[in-house]
Nanobody
Framework: QVQLVESGGGLVQAGGSLILSCAASGRTFSNYNMGWFRQAPGKEREFVSRISWSGGSTAYADSVKGRFTISRDNAKNTVYLQMNSLKPEDTAVYYC???????????????WGQGTQVTVSS
C-alpha cells in the first residue's frame, strides 16, 4: 500500500502561482511513477503531468505545458507540481497518484490521494 496526501491548494488570482505537494508513505516511493490529475465539477478526471520513478522522464498535458512543472524528491518521499500563469480553467480538485507504469491513463494508477482544491479567480 502507498498512502498519498496532497497539500498546497488554495485560491489564487489568474496569472498567479501555486505549488502542490504530495507526500507518500508506505511502500518504497522511489519504485513508483507519479502522476498529477485534476477533476473539475461535472467533468471527468484528466491527466495533468507525470514523472518517472527516477525523475528522469516527465510528461505534460498540452493544456499545462510550459506553465506547470513536475518534480520529485525521493529522499523526502514527495512529488511536487509547480503551477505558474494559472488560468480560471485550471480550477479543479488536483490529485496525485502512484503507478508501477509510466502512464497518462487514470486506470493505470493504483493509489490516489484525497485531492486538494485549486481555485483560480478571473
Amino acid at each position: 500500500q502507498v498512502q498519498l496526501v496532497e497539500s498546497g491548494g488554495g485560491l489564487v488570482q489568474a496569472g498567479g502561482s501555486l505549488i502542490l505537494s504530495c507526500a507518500a508513505s508506505g511502500r518504497t516511493f522511489s519504485n513508483y511513477n507519479m502522476g498529477w490529475f485534476r477533476q473539475a465539477p461535472g467533468k471527468e478526471r484528466e491527466f495533468v503531468s507525470r514523472i518517472s520513478w527516477s525523475g528522469g522522464s516527465t510528461a505534460y498535458a498540452d493544456s499545462v505545458k510550459g506553465r506547470f512543472t513536475i518534480s520529485r524528491d525521493n529522499a523526502k518521499n514527495t512529488v511536487y507540481l509547480q503551477m505558474n500563469s494559472l488560468k480560471p480553467e485550471d480550477t479543479a480538485v488536483y490529485y496525485c497518484a502512484a503507478s508501477p507504469y509510466p502512464s497518462s491513463l487514470v486506470h493505470m494508477y493504483n493509489y490516489w490521494g484525497q485531492g486538494t482544491q485549486v481555485t483560480v479567480s478571473s
